[in-house]
């Protein structure tokens, strides 16, 4: 029986040039089966053929390259047998994973009913959304889908709660589709509560040493859904693999406050370099072997927490380096959401109904990271040196970007004055002045010793949108966990403004005590 995969269909987008995208489907095996692209009118733009590979019966075939626009008809033929999609655009094509908030709809949004009416308006931003799916092995298809290949409606972007389709994903697609102008295809696959390892393969979590045998863990009350580690891999990513991907958005980290949190610093890093891969190989090299990864920094949860798992997890996020793309995490961008905190969502404050900002800032970093885009500011501003004045007991701060002060939080920073490097006895340092790059901290409870420096490090730093600092384009500072080391013992070269220069590493040694 011929037919294309489960998530070819009308209506779809295909990824565009540079890249080809990958075609694929069943047929009768040891056949040859005849791809054509053709214009509306009936014109053939391209001609494929394929074998079929038995068992399992498939083919595949990769276009050439196609220029953004559309429509088009995609025909499989096999001898008599013919089965052609219509509606087909070429644009870029975004997969977007993770947990609840990835999940949330467009109905479940501050303003949904403004923004689901304006769906009518984006008929070239088209979506898909993969059903909730687990399995013990790796799938070549997937199993069942929610929404196919649509163009979007009130009613397919807003059909339930957690269902389809992901606010955030929508919201993405829409602000990428008004900067590019041209169409892009948007893949959910997202299931709540879920933890990385479930969306992990087996190979990254053997990069980080995590069995992958772990049985199902017993989630969170708050959270619920599949915890096995590699069943959501199996059942939702594997069979994807052979897409052309343009880029990736993630939200996905409160299920792991609770779960292997100091791990994620490992399981994050390892599972983008594994999609990455993987995803690169299944599309025949296709998918660029860097593919663009956006991910949302964890937003709020609990007013008063019982302790700092969120701030942790928040630092592993960027891999213990505070801001990306870094070293560990090229070609990544993150949004930072620690500042759009809501204590009365309906769905638990564990969810806030704020993902237009989400998704700003998210789009903001595909824009800068994945397009290119030149001296496009995409994240907040961040500490690049800092000075101890012991005699005024002044800690000054420099940072890489001008500073708007919206909140003088006496706790938003504090400083690890002990001189026993674990655990720390971290103490606020109120911000005594705001300039235009630097901040000015009290520090005089310190000595002469400063051993560490940490910003907005709680599971609710501030209230909503009113974190301490944040840029002129309204972006917050994201939050941090420095070491703050003597630069060496040059005369000199130290007592600049009769202060003492800091080395600012990235929390380490003392950190793991917190």
């Known amino acids: 029986m011929l037919s294309f995969s489960s998530y070819y269909g009308d209506h779809m987008v295909l990824q565009k040039e540079p890249a080809g995208a990958v075609v694929w489907g069943y047929g009768e095996p040891g056949a040859a089966v005849t791809v054509t692209l053709s214009r509306d009118g009936g014109l053939i733009v391209m001609k494929k053929m394929a074998q079929v590979k038995g068992p399992p019966g498939t083919w595949t075939t990769v276009l050439d390259p196609m220029d953004q626009g559309g429509p088009y008809a995609l025909t499989a033929g096999q001898g008599s047998e013919n089965v052609t999609l219509q509606d087909i655009y070429f644009g870029d094509v975004w997969l977007c994973s993770g947990?609840?908030?990835?999940?949330?709809?467009?109905?479940?949004?501050?303003?949904?009913?403004?923004?689901?009416?304006?769906?009518?308006?984006?008929?070239?931003?088209?979506?898909?959304?993969?059903?909730?799916?687990?399995?013990?092995?790796?799938?070549?298809?997937?199993?069942?889908?929610?929404?196919?290949?649509?163009?979007?409606?009130?009613?397919?972007?807003?059909?339930?709660?957690?269902?389809?389709?992901?606010?955030?994903?929508?919201?993405?697609?829409?602000?990428?589709?008004?900067?590019?102008?041209?169409?892009?295809?948007?893949?959910?696959?997202?299931?709540?509560?879920?933890?990385?390892?479930?969306?992990?393969?087996?190979?990254?979590?053997?990069?980080?040493?995590?069995?992958?045998?772990?049985?199902?863990?017993?989630?969170?009350?708050?959270?619920?859904?599949?915890?096995?580690?590699?069943?959501?891999?199996?059942?939702?990513?594997?069979?994807?693999?052979?897409?052309?991907?343009?880029?990736?958005?993630?939200?996905?980290?409160?299920?792991?406050?609770?779960?292997?949190?100091?791990?994620?610093?490992?399981?994050?890093?390892?599972?983008?370099?594994?999609?990455?891969?993987?995803?690169?190989?299944?599309?025949?090299?296709?998918?660029?072997?860097?593919?663009?990864?956006?991910?949302?920094?964890?937003?709020?949860?609990?007013?008063?927490?019982?302790?700092?798992?969120f701030a942790r997890l928040r630092w592993h996020q960027t891999a213990d380096l505070g801001v990306v793309p870094n070293a560990r995490m090229p070609g990544t961008f993150m949004a930072v959401a620690m500042d759009l905190c809501d204590e009365r969502s309906p769905y638990g404050s564990i969810h806030p109904r704020d993902k237009q900002n989400v998704a700003h800032r998210l789009h903001l970093g595909a824009r800068a990271v994945a397009y290119g885009e030149k001296d496009l500011v995409f994240q907040g501003p961040y500490p690049t040196r800092a000075v101890l004045e012991v005699t005024r007991g002044l800690l000054t701060v420099t940072y890489s970007q001008e500073l708007v002060c919206r909140q003088r939080d006496t706790r938003a920073f504090e400083v690890c004055c002990s001189s026993q490097p674990s655990p720390c006895a971290w103490l606020p340092a109120p911000v005594v002045a705001v300039e235009s790059r630097t901040v000015m901290l009290a520090v005089a409870g310190c000595g002469t010793l400063v051993l560490g420096l940490r910003y907005a490090w709680a599971e609710w730093p501030c209230e909503y949108q009113s974190c301490a600092l944040y840029n002129s384009q309204g972006l917050p500072a994201p939050p941090f966990l420095l070491d703050t080391l003597p630069a060496g013992e040059t005369p000199g070269r130290l007592e600049t403004a009769g202060g003492r220069e800091l080395l600012l590493l990235p929390g380490s040694w003392f950190s793991q005590g917190i």
């Not at 102008?181 to 709540?192: D, F, K, N, Q």
């Not at 990513?237 to 949190?261: C, D, K, S």
Request: aromatic share 12%.
């Open 99 to 309: 947990q609840s908030n990835m999940a949330m709809t467009v109905l479940q949004i501050t303003n949904a009913s403004r923004e689901l009416a304006a769906a009518a308006h984006y008929p070239y931003v088209r979506v898909f959304a993969a059903a909730p799916a687990r399995s013990n092995m790796e799938l070549e298809d997937l199993e069942r889908i929610d929404l196919p290949w649509s163009i979007p409606t009130a009613e397919n972007l807003g059909h339930g709660n957690f269902t389809y389709f992901s606010a955030v994903c929508w919201l993405l697609g829409r602000y990428l589709y008004e900067a590019l102008r041209y169409p892009i295809g948007l893949v959910e696959a997202a299931w709540g509560g879920t933890p990385i390892e479930a969306w992990s393969s087996q190979r990254a979590l053997r990069a980080c040493g995590l069995p992958e045998d772990m049985g199902s863990i017993s989630p969170h009350r708050h959270l619920s859904g599949p915890q096995t580690p590699s069943v959501l891999w199996n059942a939702m990513i594997h069979p994807l693999l052979n897409m052309t991907l343009r880029g990736v958005a993630w939200y996905q980290g409160e299920a792991n406050a609770f779960l292997h949190t100091d791990q994620y610093n490992c399981t994050f890093p390892a599972l983008i370099a594994d999609w990455r891969q993987a995803f690169h190989a299944g599309s025949a090299g296709q998918t660029e072997p860097l593919l663009p990864f956006g991910f949302v920094q964890l937003s709020t949860y609990r007013r008063q927490s019982p302790d700092d798992s």
